[in-house]
C-alpha cells in the first residue's frame, strides 16, 4: 500500500512547482500590465513624499519669517513706534506662505495689534480669518476669543462680548485662563449695569486668580458692587 502511495507521488507534479509555473506564465502573459501599475505606484510615492518635503520646507521658511517678524514688532514697541508698526512684516509672512501654521500664528498677533492700536474692526477681522483657518481648539484659540470678546466690549456690543467671553472659559484650553475671562466677563456686566451678575463673576474671577494684585482690585470692585 505505501509503495503505491509513494509511486502515485512520484508520477504526480509537485503542487509547489505547479503554482510557481502558473506564477510565472500570469506574469510573462501580463508584463506589460504589471510594469504601469509598479510604475504608477512607485509615482504616487515619489509624489507624496516630494509633497511632505515640499510643505516641511515651507513651514521652516514660514516660520523663520516668523520669527523675524515678531523680532522685529519688538524693536518696533521698543522705538515707541505704533503698535500697527508691527502688522507689516506679520502680513508679509501672511502674503508668502498663507496656508502654513506660521500664517495662523501671524494672524493671531495681527489682530492684537490691531486691538491695542484701538482699529477694532481690523483687529476683528484678523481674529476671523484666524478661526477660519484654525484647527482643533488650544491655548491661542482660547486668546482669540478673548481678544474678540475685547473689541466687542469696546464696541459696546455687550451681548457679542459676552458670547466669546463664554466660548473662551467654555473651551477645554481655557482653564489656565479663567481668572482673567472671569473678570472680563464681570466687568462686561458692570458696564450693562446688572451689578448682580458683574459681583457674581468678579468673586468667581477671585477664586481663580492667584495674583495678590489682581485679587486686591477685584476684591474693591466686589465691595463698591455689593
Known amino acids: 500500500m505505501s509503495n503505491k502511495a509513494a509511486k502515485q507521488e512520484i508520477t504526480e507534479p509537485d503542487k509547489i512547482q505547479v503554482l510557481l509555473g502558473q506564477v510565472r506564465d500570469y506574469v510573462l502573459t501580463h508584463k506589460q500590465n504589471i510594469a504601469v501599475a509598479t510604475t ?17 520646507t515651507e513651514e521652516t521658511k514660514a516660520m523663520n519669517l516668523y520669527n523675524k517678524a515678531v523680532m522685529d514688532t519688538i ?4 522705538s515707541g513706534q505704533e503698535a500697527t508698526a508691527a502688522v507689516k512684516p ?50 491661542l484659540t482660547v486668546l482669540v476669543y478673548n481678544g474678540m470678546g475685547n473689541c466687542y466690549e469696546v464696541k459696546k456690543d455687550y451681548k457679542n462680548a459676552l458670547v466669546h467671553y463664554e ?44 495674583d495678590p494684585a489682581m485679587k486686591l482690585i477685584i476684591g474693591r470692585k466686589i465691595a463698591i458692587l455689593g
Not at 502674503?95 to 500664517?103: F, I, L, M, N
Not at 479663567?178 to 458692570?190: F, Q, V
Open 40 to 56: 504608477i505606484v512607485l509615482a504616487v510615492f515619489v509624489l507624496i513624499g516630494g509633497w511632505a518635503y515640499y510643505r516641511q
Open 75 to 78: 524693536r518696533s514697541r521698543m
Open 90 to 139: 506679520l502680513q508679509n509672512v501672511l502674503d508668502k506662505y498663507p496656508s502654513t501654521e506660521a500664517a495662523t500664528l501671524a494672524r493671531y498677533r495681527i489682530g492684537n495689534a490691531y486691538l491695542s492700536a484701538g482699529q477694532i474692526d481690523a483687529a476683528l477681522k484678523a481674529f476671523q480669518g484666524y478661526l477660519k483657518e484654525k484647527t482643533g481648539e488650544n491655548e
Open 167 to 210: 466660548m473662551a472659559l467654555n473651551a477645554k484650553a481655557g482653564k489656565p485662563f479663567a481668572g482673567d475671562i472671569l473678570a472680563n466677563l464681570a466687568r462686561t456686566y458692570e458696564a450693562m449695569k446688572d451689578n448682580k451678575k458683574a459681583v457674581e463673576y468678579y468673586q468667581k474671577s477671585m477664586d481663580k486668580t492667584n
